[in-house]
């Protein structure tokens, strides 16, 4: 598989905290992340379509990072009845936030072909974990949604990263200062209108997960020898790799 990987200034991109409203659009409230991460932050169901149609236009290569958001729960009782607030989608160009809070509790039509499309590589970071229980728990639905899909942590283990979070990994392999706020993790998901550090929080996450994934593809597919596993590059288990 053939990935392209685009030079983002991921130092910009973490250093500031501000996310500027450059339009408002039928598709969606329009972001412009420093860094020059664009993102689509949509709220209404009837935008969607046309949200999607501009994230499978930017897409130049099969990789779809994906990760979801929620109401932060703090006791049992209130775990279950969490849903889903926020699905981030991104390829190497753009970010789709899909606000699901504001859409009902059907899952979007137009969501369920994007993600089942197996022309695309969705990838996750630790899906198999709380993302995967809160789908299921919101719509009945979970990983066998993807046709192709592939974990960035377990991709990373197998490459001799092992038990590195997101930012950890990221820190490592892009060799960027990036971090993640405790205050925004917990923040409310749900809330009437989101804050642009929420907003840049959640789109770094899908940009992030992408673009890892790509680098990891990318580097151990040379010829030179892997720093961290001393394996040949091109030679390591491929098992990881979607051909």
Not at 25 to 53: D, K, N, W
Not at 144 to 170: K, M, T
Request: charged content about 20%.
């Amino acid at each position: 598989m053939d990935v392209k990987l685009p030079a983002i200034d991921w130092a910009a991109a973490f250093a500031s905290r501000h996310s500027p409203l450059i339009s408002d659009a039928p598709t969606g409230a329009s972001y412009l992340l420093p860094g020059a991460l664009p993102v689509i932050l949509v709220e209404q169901a009837s935008a969607l379509p046309q949200a999607l149609e501009a994230l499978r236009a930017s897409m130049r290569d099969e990789v779809l990072g994906i990760d979801l958001e929620w109401r932060p729960c703090f006791t049992a009782s209130a775990a279950e009845g969490s849903r889903v607030a926020l699905m981030q989608l991104a390829s190497s160009h753009l970010c789709v936030l899909v606000r699901l809070c504001c859409m009902g509790k059907t899952f979007p039509h137009c969501l369920r072909s994007l993600l089942s499309d197996p022309s695309l590589v969705i990838v996750g970071y630790a899906w198999d974990g709380a993302d995967e229980k809160r789908m299921r728990c919101s719509y009945g639905l979970g990983r066998n949604l993807f046709q192709r899909y592939f974990d960035v942590q377990a991709v990373s283990e197998s490459l001799g990263y092992h038990g590195l979070g997101l930012i950890s990994l990221a820190r490592r392999v892009l060799q960027c200062d990036a971090s993640k706020s405790k205050r925004i993790t917990m923040s409310n998901w749900e809330a009437r209108k989101l804050g642009c550090s929420q907003i840049r929080y959640a789109a770094l996450d899908a940009y992030l997960t992408g673009h890892l994934f790509r680098s990891l593809r990318l580097w151990h597919g040379s010829p030179s020898a892997c720093l961290t596993c001393a394996s040949a590059l091109g030679k390591v288990w491929y098992g990881s790799f979607p051909a």
